[in-house]
Antibody
Framework: EVQLVESGGGLVQPGRSMKLSCAASGFTFSSFPMAWVRQAPTKGLEWVATISTSGGSTYYRDSVKGRFTISRDNAKSTLYLQMNSLRSEDTATYYC???????WGQGVMVTVSS | DVVLTQTPPTLSATIGQSVSISCRSSQSLLHSNGNTYLNWLLQRPGQPPQLLIYLVSRLESGVPNRFSGSGSGTDFTLKISGVEAEDLGVYYCVQSTHAPTFGGGTKLELK
């Protein structure tokens, strides 16, 4: 059974950093591109970033370029999202998903507030 | 960015009724490789989204065949032939031909 389990969320002050992790199991993690998608409270879905199978190619939405870094450790079957210089508008539930959007984690809440 | 416009924003239906949701793109979603990367997702209350349809009309494994997708270029439709109670939630179209973008969502509720 495919499982994606996010961790690392919580409350953080504006301008600070936070790192999300996503532990994958039930499939050959290294064979699939992965992505992060977020959803602000009561809002719709928003793509954040995608990473290739090797990690050699990464893609970001404009509003997070230069602040967020997506990465992966294929040996640990884990996806990461390093978020720096956080803003209030980054407050959302962050979902780990295979890039094909066929499997999703339960999501982790990130709240940016002083 | 590609803008996906979903209509209607809210849909009220009775059990057994057939309904359709439209998704219109600001640009063609036909990729140079011949595929059209337009998917449909359902997000039930308090749950992560689940994939229903991929590549416009292909039914994801385990999804009931009352769901169907159609369209090409910039105009796409999701049809539910006989709504069931478990179908209630918010439906999103999403494209990944270009940098991924989601439609604004269509909330399906019981009339």
């Amino acid at each position: 059974e495919v499982q994606l389990v996010e961790s690392g969320g919580g409350l953080v002050q504006p301008g600070r950093s936070m790192k999300l992790s996503c532990a994958a199991s039930g499939f050959t993690f290294s064979s699939f591109p992965m992505a992060w998608v977020r959803q602000a409270p009561t809002k719709g879905l928003e793509w954040v970033a995608t990473i290739s199978t090797s990690g050699g190619s990464t893609y970001y939405r404009d509003s997070v370029k230069g602040r967020f870094t997506i990465s992966r450790d294929n040996a640990k079957s884990t996806l990461y999202l390093q978020m720096n210089s956080l803003r209030s508008e980054d407050t959302a539930t962050y979902y780990c998903t295979r890039a094909a959007l066929d499997y999703w984690g339960q999501g982790v809440m990130v709240t940016v507030s002083s | 960015d590609v803008v996906l416009t979903q209509t209607p924003p809210t849909l009220s239906a009775t059990i057994g009724q057939s309904v359709s949701i439209s998704c219109r793109s600001s640009q063609s979603l036909l990729h140079s490789n011949g595929n059209t990367y337009l998917n449909w997702l359902l997000q039930r209350p308090g749950q992560p989204p689940q994939l229903l349809i991929y590549l416009v009309s292909r039914l994801e494994s385990g999804v009931p065949n009352r769901f169907s997708g159609s369209g090409s270029g910039t105009d796409f439709t999701l049809k539910i032939s006989g709504v069931e109670a478990e179908d209630l939630g918010v439906y999103y179209c999403v494209q990944s031909t270009h940098a991924p973008t989601f439609g604004g969502g269509t909330k399906l509720e019981l009339k």
